[in-house]
């Protein structure tokens, strides 16, 4: 809303009447915003609510202030009337009239009378509510109206948007939670039973608390924007909400995940017994290798098997009574264990199984690299040859022979891989560990 108007001695009548029309759209201006504020939604809403907090004080001073506004409405009304009703008296103006005029459209000329009930909390009267009347000049009294008006809207509109966004997304998000917790209680995630259940509980007392307080102090959630004078400047301020949604949905993901332990729970436990039951195999097969080597090969130590781990077994017992009596909760933080400790088992089994046959592994290899250099030497045309033919039968007695002795058979094959070497010219095959004493023929 906004006036103009012109100061002088005395208007003239040209000045008057220009005067007269610009104050009459003012006049309409001023009465369509105050008409447009008196119907507005959160005004309305105002009214009718059970306030507290900020908004109750804001209120409280912006009801004053409506109806200051309307006060000085009526006021700059009466004086607009009286204007016409003086120009209309005549076609062309008396001076008399003219003066009465001037005083009347540029001076304080109008009279608004004090009310205690009306101005005590309208921040533009600070003391004005002991006055009984007090005069204002048309400029003034419209300033007055536009700092009341811009309040108030601001307050109004503030409201207003925080009633608009809140409630509704706090009723939507709660109804998703109702659908979570029946969810929930579905797969026997229930309040001191799972931390998911304890989240529900938390996340349905602080929307319920949240709502009351939206409904009842809307502008304690309203964040107004810095540098804006327009009225209404600003946003909701969403935090509250936006950290349980952010709750709601991490609680979700965790259900879900115990859905998806409830669809697929029966294969993964045949998988898991499978594990455990490759496992058992390689344990066995490990300890009947343990007994081969301790039997064909002498002077070396072999590790102890240990049993099957009668502990997993037991929790997948557990794991399969959890699936029977439907406690998915408890199951799927059990499955994520039992699997990794089972894929664990098989490993060190396998593990078992390498170390347990490792000399049985070494007297082959031994024996591919004797009767390789058997087939070497005779490729060369020495098959023949006595010292050679001779250190071959020993290394051999001793790799077929149980219980074989690794030491002194590798022994044996390096002496004869060295004199094959000296007799075939190739480069000389490292000791690889072979004592003195063993390279000094088979008499040594």
Sequence with gaps: MGVTGSTGPVMDRDEVDRALARLGAEHEAIETSLLALQDHAGRRLLEGAGLTGVTQERWTS???SITLLWTYFDAYTDALRTARDIRSRRRWSSREDLVELTELLTGESVTVAGSATATANAPTLHGAANKLSECYSLTTLVD?????????????????????????????????????????????????????????????????????????????FWLAAEGSSAPGGGRPDTTVYDREARALEDVRREIDAVLTVRQDAEKRIVRLRDILSRADRT????????????????ATEVPVVSGPPTV??????AAADYRRQGQWHRLSPLLESLEQKAEDELLRARESLTAVTAPLAVRAELRGRLDAYKAKVARHGFAEDTLLVERYEKARRMLWSAPCDLRAAEGAVLRYQHAAAELIGGPRVPDQGVREDDRRGPGA
Excluded: F
């Excluded at 799972?194 to 949240?210: F, N, S, V, W």
């Excluded at 344990?283 to 002498?298: F, H, P």
């Excluded at 997993?312 to 017992?317: K, N, T």
């Design 312 to 317: 997993l077994q037991e929790q997948v017992a």
């Design 144 to 220: 007055r109206m536009n700092e009341l008006y811009a309040t108030s809207l601001d307050m109004v509109v503030a409201a207003d948007a925080v009633w608009s966004a809140l409630p509704a997304r706090i009723d939507l998000l709660a109804a998703e939670l109702q659908r979570t917790r029946r969810l929930a209680h579905s797969v026997g995630v229930r309040p001191g039973e799972h931390p998911a259940g304890d989240d529900l509980e938390r996340i349905t007392r602080t929307l319920t608390k949240l709502r009351e307080q939206v409904v009842s102090d809307p502008l304690e």
């Design 62 to 64: 912006t009801e004053a």
């Design 283 to 298: 344990l066995a097969e490990a300890r009947t290798a343990r007994g081969e080597v301790l039997a064909k090969i002498a």
